[in-house]
């Protein structure tokens, strides 16, 4: 689907992000001329599949609308401070200020897509709320139309605000997928597959959608059941830092009941 | 449906789990002829559907092949000890062992659906597993015959993994759904909605199924990015039970990287 103004685009990083950004920019009718990485082989990896030129130095950027910077926010950081662009430069990471950016260009931004990535998994990124924020409202309205060139749904979200949206990212992907993996940890000493949670981890998301987590919470911690929490710690002794997690976590529920 | 084998059914309790069972039993062919509750309006309400008898004393109880104790973990073990049928008797618990309903009839059993219930929410029992446990081959044929009536995952599981697969459970559901809750809470205080989660949450749990969650953990833990989680345990300071199961998961986590 092209759109109404397509965009010349450099991606600096071919990590996850810029994998999933990367085909979705072309597929949406958008130019990406360049594909940086300081390793060869990842760079040349993504640009091929776009039809862009792989770079593994900086001093090689071409001409651009939009520099977008999918990179670690470590890696952000220290570019941010060394490289000088014309054009816009956005960073797409979550918890960093946009300020960081305000020496690598005169017009600079966020393009946060709040999703997980990972390279090799296929993602509707119609799907994904993008949050954007600039310096100047002609940069804001490039960012917009960018975003809304991939999904419906795009945000204006101060730097504030975003930080506070990856953190509830943190809890609700991370820390929930942690979760699964203390579960499974549960079900491998027991010679059980995964694949037995399907249902139950498909209905407890569904049922948190639909309803709010709040009012979906049971369990034993949720009824105050203290004998099954007794005997669930005693389960997992020998297991310390599992032992600490239900806990923690328990107690949270209970003072929810409160 | 109809099964080959319509078995007579007694429910005891008319909770969320009755709730399920019952219109499935139905349809798969069975009879269901009384729904027992001590609140007259809540056997009622599930009688009704099912074309069964209300009852609110046990000592009204109808000749059954089975009877399934649907209750909570305490009514259980109470009821166990004043209860004796002719029939089959199971409950339905992930915790309780199959020994405490030796007592209340010669052949007992477990009948556990690995599953989150909450009344008005329509489930597809079919992919649900059924954790059977029978006091005897006898009856072990019955209730994996019954459960098989219903789903198409129907497994043998003994008290001791049961217990053990429903803390695994309570991991995946009951922990999950309140890492959800304490994301919605930050997303509250900033005015956004819990949707804006949906996409990540959806692709969390999918990436999980599809890939083990070890493999599939992100996030500043998993890459041990202390900056971010330092800026994190301030953002949550004045949240005392969100700033323990942030800590406590993100050194589970760290951990699961050594």
């Keep these: 689907m092209p759109v109404k103004k397509s965009k010349r685009i450099v991606l600096i ?16 009718g958008h130019k990406v001329v ?18 862009a030129k792989p770079i593994t130095s900086l001093r090689q950027l071409a001409p651009a609308d939009i520099y977008i910077m999918a990179l670690k926010d470590d ?9 000088r662009v014309r054009g816009i430069v956005v960073h797409t990471s979550g918890p960093l200020n946009i300020d960081i950016l305000e ?4 017009n600079y931004g966020v393009f946060y897509p709040l999703q997980t990535f990972t390279i090799g998994r296929k993602l509707d990124l119609k799907k994904v709320p993008f949050c954007i924020e600039a310096s100047d409202s002609a940069t804001k309205k490039v960012l917009m139309d960018l975003a809304g ?4 749904h795009v945000l204006s979200v101060s730097s504030a605000k975003r930080s506070k949206l990856h953190l509830a990212a943190v809890f ?28 139950l981890i498909r209905e407890t ?15 034993p911690a949720a009824r105050g059941d203290n004998g099954t929490m007794k005997e669930h710690l ?15 976590v328990s107690k949270s529920i209970l003072k929810n009941k409160l």
């Design 13 to 28: 990083g071919a990590g996850n992000v810029a994998g999933h950004l990367g085909p979705a920019l072309v597929a949406a």
């Design 234 to 248: 005693a389960m997992l002794k020998g297991d310390k830092r599992a032992k600490r997690v239900y806990t923690a």
């Design 172 to 199: 609700a992907c991370n820390f929930s997928n942690h979760m699964y993996t203390l579960a499974g940890d549960i079900l491998e000493k027991e010679n059980l597959p995964f694949g037995i949670l399907e249902p």
């Design 103 to 106: 020496k690598t260009a005169r």
């Design 205 to 219: 998301a569904q049922k948190a959608l639909e309803t709010g987590p709040r009012k979906a919470q049971t369990g």
């Design 75 to 83: 890696a952000v950081k220290n570019l941010a401070r060394k490289l």
């Design 149 to 152: 060139s991939l999904s419906a």
């Design 34 to 51: 360049q594909v940086y990485s300081r390793t060869a082989k990842n760079a040349s990896k993504i640009a091929k599949r776009l039809g």
